[in-house]
């Protein structure tokens, strides 16, 4: 058997043919795992008729769904590379990605029709796809399928299923994700068969994930905390019961109704979760844990879990490390609050100042990352490559503390970091604060230019309910930061703006904030 991700597939399928491989809640289908196999084969042999070869790239844009994995493990069987799509961009942002990866076919659901036909309107000018694959809604129907497009379904019914012959692997490229771009425009992060197993080892070795699990995905898939996860899952044997799109209310309804074990959300997911009215009118018996990352949880969100007797296992990883980087379980939760653990199994990680030493203990420092799941490179893009992997370390540009015991806790990115009278302040250390005020959904804060400080910060506050002032917000701080980590103003609003993996989009607060601050 050679190390490809593909195979994974079809070695679960032989070991366990009659396990739910996919549940798709949003259709009522259920697929065993021999099932699913037999699906992504035909994938395997519609793109090998439609030329596509080792190397070539085919981009997804769809919402979770059979068709989304079927193509998954097809391509990979195939030695072809997929190119996971943001279902938020817009068809400018699309087409970067398109043209920077050189997609030669698109898989897309019907939701994203009108941005597909733009693209294609655009022609060779605007992207580099040849062929266009329409998935239709969930029952099956393809009334709205374009011209230009071909109906993904019938191109896979009309294929034979049986096993391709594999001659690809390892170190052979199997995806490129591109990174969501809060700081400028998005990197394609290259992974390998090789990477994505490393993550999968990694990932069975550390976490408490088991046999004939179930596992609730909500996350969309064009995120490595969902792909990771599902890959792991099939090499582990682990139901995967997806939902179409997040919906918190319905999380705990599938709890009880699909007897889940254990789920992997990000903290804007948790925080709607806690909130939703059928938190409490629904079973959860089996859930052993959830597993969050992609941000810091504030330690509240964390206890208020805890009191309904769910753990939350922090993660920190990167679409770099393929997923994995540290995570904290078990006993160490309660005695670590705020820590996202040690570094996973197979994982190396150091906190080094600027000169590249290793900080001291509760000293601040750039968090590095080692270990065979690491991607390969940056597409097209070796000028960032050399920046982020030096000497066999990845560079992530986020800023941690490293206890005595090796427990690490995040403190922020470098990039939102404000410098104020020359004083490191770290957003995520004051959003943590502010969100434990019961009045407060959510909270995003930014640094604004000041001539008194150099930068001071700003909160931007979703009350929930709008007698909050910032007065109040400022006071509730009080006691519980320094004086100079203090929010010099308070500004509200209604949602605050975030990327697929919970992260808020800073950029886009500070164009709507651009004030000086109020010294």
Same mark, same amino acid.
């Given at each position: 058997?050679?190390?490809?991700?593909?195979?994974?597939?079809?070695?679960?399928?032989?070991?366990?043919?009659?396990?739910?491989?996919?549940?798709?809640?949003?259709?009522?289908?259920?697929?065993?795992?021999?099932?699913?196999?037999?699906?992504?084969?035909?994938?395997?042999?519609?793109?090998?008729?439609?030329?596509?070869?080792?190397?070539?790239?085919?981009?997804?844009?769809?919402?979770?769904?059979?068709?989304?994995?079927?193509?998954?493990?097809?391509?990979?069987?195939?030695?072809?590379?997929?190119?996971?799509?943001?279902?938020?961009?817009?068809?400018?942002?699309?087409?970067?990605?398109?043209?920077?990866?050189?997609?030669?076919?698109?898989?897309?659901?019907?939701?994203?029709?009108?941005?597909?036909?733009?693209?294609?309107?655009?022609?060779?000018?605007?992207?580099?796809?040849?062929?266009?694959?329409?998935?239709?809604?969930?029952?099956?129907?393809?009334?709205?399928?374009?011209?230009?497009?071909?109906?993904?379904?019938?191109?896979?019914?009309?294929?034979?299923?049986?096993?391709?012959?594999?001659?690809?692997?390892?170190?052979?490229?199997?995806?490129?994700?591109?990174?969501?771009?809060?700081?400028?425009?998005?990197?394609?992060?290259?992974?390998?068969?090789?990477?994505?197993?490393?993550?999968?080892?990694?990932?069975?070795?550390?976490?408490?994930?088991?046999?004939?699990?179930?596992?609730?995905?909500?996350?969309?898939?064009?995120?490595?905390?969902?792909?990771?996860?599902?890959?792991?899952?099939?090499?582990?044997?682990?139901?995967?019961?997806?939902?179409?799109?997040?919906?918190?209310?319905?999380?705990?309804?599938?709890?009880?109704?699909?007897?889940?074990?254990?789920?992997?959300?990000?903290?804007?997911?948790?925080?709607?979760?806690?909130?939703?009215?059928?938190?409490?009118?629904?079973?959860?018996?089996?859930?052993?844990?959830?597993?969050?990352?992609?941000?810091?949880?504030?330690?509240?969100?964390?206890?208020?879990?805890?009191?309904?007797?769910?753990?939350?296992?922090?993660?920190?990883?990167?679409?770099? !490390? #393929? *997923?994995? &980087?540290?995570?904290? +379980?078990?006993?160490? =939760?309660?005695?670590?609050? /705020? !820590? #996202? *653990?040690? &570094?996973?199994?197979? +994982?190396?990680?150091? =906190?080094?100042?600027?000169? /590249?030493?290793?900080?001291?203990?509760?000293?601040?420092?750039?968090?590095? =990352?080692?270990?065979?799941?690491?991607?390969?490179?940056?597409?097209?893009?070796?000028?960032?490559?050399?920046?982020?992997?030096?000497?066999?370390?990845?560079?992530?540009?986020?800023?941690?503390?490293?206890?005595?015991?090796?427990?690490?806790?995040?403190?922020?990115?470098?990039?939102?970091?404000?410098?104020?009278?020359?004083?490191?302040?770290?957003?995520?250390?004051?959003?943590?604060?502010?969100?434990?005020?019961?009045?407060?959904?959510?909270?995003?804060?930014?640094?604004?230019?000041?001539?008194?400080?150099?930068?001071?910060?700003?909160?931007?506050?979703?009350?929930?309910?709008?007698?909050?002032?910032?007065?109040?917000?400022?006071?509730?701080?009080?006691?519980?930061?320094?004086?100079?980590?203090?929010?010099?103003?308070?500004?509200?609003?209604?949602?605050?703006?975030?990327?697929?993996?919970?992260?808020?989009?800073?950029?886009?607060?500070?164009?709507?904030?651009?004030?000086?601050?109020?010294?």
């Amino acid at each position: 058997m050679r190390d490809n991700i593909g195979q994974f597939l079809t070695k679960r399928a032989e070991l366990s043919p009659n396990l739910e491989g996919f549940v798709d809640i949003a259709s009522g289908l259920r697929l065993s795992y021999n099932e699913l196999n037999e699906r992504s084969n035909q994938m395997t042999h519609v793109f090998r008729e439609r030329g596509i070869e080792k190397g070539d790239r085919v981009a997804l844009l769809m919402l979770n769904c059979p068709a989304y994995l079927e193509s998954f493990f097809a391509l990979a069987k195939l030695g072809a590379v997929t190119v996971p799509l943001n279902t938020r961009l817009v068809a400018d942002e699309l087409a970067f990605i398109l043209q920077d990866s050189g997609s030669r076919i698109l898989i897309y659901g019907e939701e994203f029709a009108e941005s597909v036909s733009d693209l294609n309107a655009r022609g060779q000018q605007g992207t580099a796809v040849e062929e266009w694959l329409f998935v239709g809604t969930p029952d099956g129907s393809a009334q709205d399928k374009p011209t230009f497009a071909l109906d993904y379904e019938e191109l896979r019914k009309s294929a034979k299923n049986d096993e391709p012959e594999i001659t690809t692997g390892q170190g052979d490229s199997l995806y490129i994700m591109y990174t969501s771009g809060t700081t400028g425009l998005p990197k394609g992060v290259v992974h390998t068969h090789d990477s994505a197993m490393w993550a999968c080892i990694t990932w069975a070795a550390t976490g408490d994930v088991r046999l004939y699990d179930r596992y609730l995905l909500i996350l969309p898939l064009y995120h490595v905390g969902a792909l990771t996860p599902v890959t792991a899952n099939v090499y582990l044997g682990v139901s995967n019961i997806v939902q179409r799109t997040f919906d918190a209310g319905g999380v705990w309804r599938l709890i009880e109704i699909e007897r889940i074990d254990t789920s992997l959300a990000v903290p804007a997911m948790l925080n709607f979760m806690i909130q939703a009215p059928e938190l409490n009118e629904y079973k959860r018996d089996r859930l052993r844990w959830i597993m969050s990352g992609a941000a810091p949880v504030p330690v509240s969100l964390i206890e208020s879990y805890a009191k309904l007797g769910i753990p939350i296992n922090e993660a920190y990883g990167l679409t770099e !490390s #393929c *997923g994995p &980087a540290s995570l904290l +379980t078990g006993m160490d =939760v309660a005695k670590h609050p /705020g !820590s #996202c *653990g040690k &570094a996973f199994f197979h +994982t190396d990680i150091r =906190v080094v100042d600027k000169h /590249g030493a290793d900080t001291k203990s509760g000293e601040p420092g750039e968090v590095i =990352v080692r270990g065979r799941h690491v991607m390969k490179e940056y597409w097209n893009n070796p000028t960032a490559t050399r920046e982020s992997l030096r000497d066999g370390w990845l560079y992530t540009g986020d800023v941690a503390t490293i206890d005595q015991d090796g427990f690490i806790y995040i403190q922020d990115r470098l990039k939102d970091m404000i410098i104020s009278g020359g004083e490191n302040v770290y957003p995520a250390e004051i959003e943590n604060v502010i969100l434990a005020h019961p009045e407060v959904l959510d909270v995003a804060v930014i640094g604004q230019k000041s001539k008194r400080w150099g930068e001071s910060p700003l909160a931007v506050v979703v009350p929930r309910d709008e007698t909050l002032t910032g007065d109040d917000v400022t006071a509730h701080c009080i006691g519980k930061l320094a004086r100079y980590k203090l929010p010099k103003s308070v500004e509200f609003i209604e949602i605050i703006p975030r990327n697929p993996s919970g992260k808020a989009l800073k950029r886009e607060l500070r164009k709507k904030f651009p004030n000086h601050a109020l010294d």
